[in-house]
Nanobody
Framework: QVQLVESGGGLVQPGGSLSLSCAASGLTFTSYAMTWYRQVPGKERELVASLTGPGRTNYPDSVKGRFTISRDNAKNTVYLQMNDLKPEDTAVYYC??????????????WGHGTQVTVPS
């Protein structure tokens, strides 16, 4: 069974840190680029960190310098280290796996999300 399972969310005070994990199973992990998204009710899902190849990361300005994405291929896991958290970081955080070639199936997999809450 193909699945992505996020963990590590919770309630953290402003300025605090959280580390999210996303464990993949049922797929060839190294054939996927990994991305973290977040979504607030009523708003579109927003990319917060992507890792598309060795050393190839991308972050929006809103999290640059505070969030770090990494992966451990031996553990089939991708991480999101979040530092200096702000109330505007409050959202459900989702893990996504996107196949790196057309031959990879399934081509796109989503996790069910983990809630991060930073009170104002």
């Amino acid at each position: 069974q193909v699945q992505l399972v996020e963990s590590g969310g919770g309630l953290v005070q402003p300025g605090g840190s959280l580390s999210l994990s996303c464990a993949a199973s049922g797929l060839t992990f190294t054939s996927y680029a990994m991305t973290w998204y977040r979504q607030v009710p009523g708003k579109e899902r927003e990319l917060v960190a992507s890792l598309t190849g060795p050393g190839r990361t991308n972050y929006p300005d809103s999290v640059k310098g505070r969030f770090t994405i990494s992966r451990d291929n031996a553990k089939n896991t991708v991480y999101l280290q979040m530092n200096d958290l702000k109330p505007e970081d409050t959202a459900v955080y989702y893990c996504n796996a996107q196949g790196t070639t057309l031959e990879v199936t399934p081509s796109n997999v989503w996790g069910h999300g983990t809630q991060v809450t930073v009170p104002s």
